[in-house]
């Protein structure tokens, strides 16, 4: 049964990447096709203090998100779904969510909308299951960029939510 639900998953993943990379060869939503870039994580490597970023947190991925927004889009819904699966099953995993932001606004509003953010991202997992205890959140606003850069692409890197293990 669990299998099912796994493969169902990875389908509407899949389906999705598919249905977006037959759309115009120009995108307008760069935090979708980078929440795309990473959806299947190959890689399961479960590291203390791993983060998804980096892909040391097992299969948990980075979800992004639009420009001055802490919204889940469908995309995001689909890897946080996948997410939720993964730490009911395995139910000594705990995680920090942090908040990001791209460069621009001010320091209090990113730390702010980081901190929706990550909210946003914890209480779609708890209404999935996920029990609210192995869950904390942090904001760091635009402080802690993935990548440097002054253009959309770079933006929408920026503007996630990460996952770190803080027990395993």
């Not at 796994?6 to 307008?28: D, E, H, P, Q, W």
């Not at 606003?141 to 293990?165: C, M, T």
Request: hydrophobic share 40%.
């Amino acid at each position: 049964m669990l299998a099912f639900f796994r493969s169902k998953i990875i389908l509407l993943i899949l389906a999705t990447a598919f249905i977006v990379s037959c759309g115009s060869s120009k995108s307008n939503n760069s935090s979708e096709a980078a929440a795309l870039d990473g959806a299947i994580n190959e890689d399961t490597t479960l590291e203390l203090n791993g983060d998804s970023d980096s892909r040391r947190a097992g299969a948990l991925q980075t979800v992004y998100f639009d420009f001055d927004s802490s919204r889940l889009s469908s995309t995001t819904r689909a890897l946080l779904e996948a997410n939720a699966l993964f730490l009911k099953e395995n139910d000594g995993v705990d995680v920090q969510i942090e908040g990001h932001c791209d460069e621009r606004g001010g320091i209090q509003y990113n730390l702010a909308l980081g901190e929706r953010r990550a909210r946003a991202v914890k209480d779609y997992l708890v209404a999935a299951g996920v029990s609210d205890s192995r869950i904390t959140i942090v904001s760091f606003g635009k402080e802690r960029p993935l990548e440097f850069g002054h253009d959309e692409s770079a933006w929408g890197k920026n503007r996630r939510a990460n996952f770190v293990v803080t027990a395993k």
